[in-house]
Nanobody, 126 residues
């Protein structure tokens, strides 16, 4: 089993940047597809970005495409989400999720993941 812990959230002004980290303890991220999701108060959890376990394949939600970058360092058991040109609409709790897979899959739905971190809060002020 893999345990996930997000960090790097905080308060940033609109137009600023943050880099979120998802660190794994126990097994390495090798063999795990990773996704980032976010949830604002009163709203449903939504997909942000996904990366296959090799890091070769990535996908982004339309709302963050061109502004966010997902990457991973399997040797360090860490996945990153770099957010640039942040908007107030990006304000949410950001969650890292993982699912073990033998294939280079990109998973976009919350129900497809079975490991979740506790989340890190991102607040973008106007």
């Amino acid at each position: 089993q893999v345990q996930l812990a997000e960090s790097g959230g905080g308060l940033v002004q609109a137009g600023g940047s943050l880099r979120l980290s998802c660190a794994a303890s126990g097994p390495t991220f090798t063999g795990y597809a990773i996704g980032w999701f976010r949830q604002a108060p009163g709203k449903e959890r939504e997909f942000v970005a996904a990366i296959s376990w090799s890091g070769a394949n990535t996908r982004y939600a339309d709302s963050v495409k061109g502004r966010f970058t997902i990457s991973r360092d399997n040797a360090k058991n860490t996945v990153f989400l770099q957010g640039n040109s942040l908007k107030p609409e990006d304000t949410a709790t950001y969650f890292c999720a993982a699912r073990r897979t033998r294939q280079q899959l990109l998973l976009f739905t919350s129900s497809e993941y079975n490991y979740w971190g506790q989340g890190t809060q991102v607040t973008v002020s106007s």
